[in-house]
């Protein structure tokens, strides 16, 4: 699944570290996910978003 | 310095603080299973009255004094049972994910392990299935399917 969390996250000048730590998973976690290998769980997508301050469908794209 | 390794180093915040908390409880997790390993080890190398080894295919040969075996088993439990599952409600869903698939191998491989070992041995190709034998395909198992999730999946 495509999503622009990486773009987000760069907006924000956060590491991967400092976004993981924010949504309380680990740094390859993150990485997985911003690389597509992992696609998060809803309730971390819901975190993803609200931490964001964005709706779930802004940040993923399930037809990439 | 690429523009990955930047997004990487910058902006420690609180959320750098809070991923080297859980560094920090990961090493410690990983120390207190490595402590409990190297006790077990140590007391039954120390205790052994036979000629036996737990971790060994002449494990029946271990003998022990009744309370080291049973400060043993309480050991054992502690680290083969509830260090994993707590260490299984830390992490997160990515890696929940790997122990998922290492798990799922471990079974399956004895599952399918013992009874083709079992037709092997009646054909009479390999020496009768052993307990420990059973044991260790469970555990490399579980431990190839964990490095293959880690890795390529």
Same mark, same amino acid.
């Given at each position: 699944m495509k999503n622009r969390l990486k773009v987000l996250r760069a907006e924000r000048d956060w590491s991967q570290a400092e976004l993981a730590g924010r949504l309380d998973v680990s740094r390859q976690a993150v990485n997985a996910i911003e690389t597509g290998k992992h696609d998060p769980s809803l309730p971390l997508a819901f975190r993803i978003a609200r931490l964001f301050d964005m709706k779930i469908e802004e940040i993923f794209d399930d037809e990439g | 310095m690429t523009k990955d390794d930047r997004l990487n180093t910058a902006a420690a915040g609180p959320g750098e603080e809070r991923t080297r908390r859980r560094l920090r409880t990961q090493w410690l997790y990983l120390g207190l299973a490595g402590a409990i390993g190297g006790v077990i080890g140590l007391s039954t190398s120390l205790f052994?009255? #036979?000629?036996?080894?737990?971790?060994? #295919?002449?494990?029946?040969a271990l003998k022990l004094p009744p309370a080291v075996a049973l400060v043993l088993a309480v050991m054992l439990l502690a680290g083969f049972l509830v260090l994993p599952l707590y260490g299984f409600r830390m992490i997160d869903d990515y890696k929940r994910e790997h122990n998922l698939v290492g798990f799922t191998g471990g079974c399956l491989a004895v599952l399918s392990g013992f009874p083709v070992w079992a037709v092997l041995h009646a054909g009479g190709f390999v020496p009768a299935p052993q307990a420990f034998g059973v044991y260790a395909l469970g555990f490399v198992g579980m431990f190839g399917s964990f490095l293959f999730a880690r890795w390529r999946l």
């Open positions: - | 052994d009255l #036979g000629d036996g080894n737990l971790f060994a #295919g002449n494990w029946a």
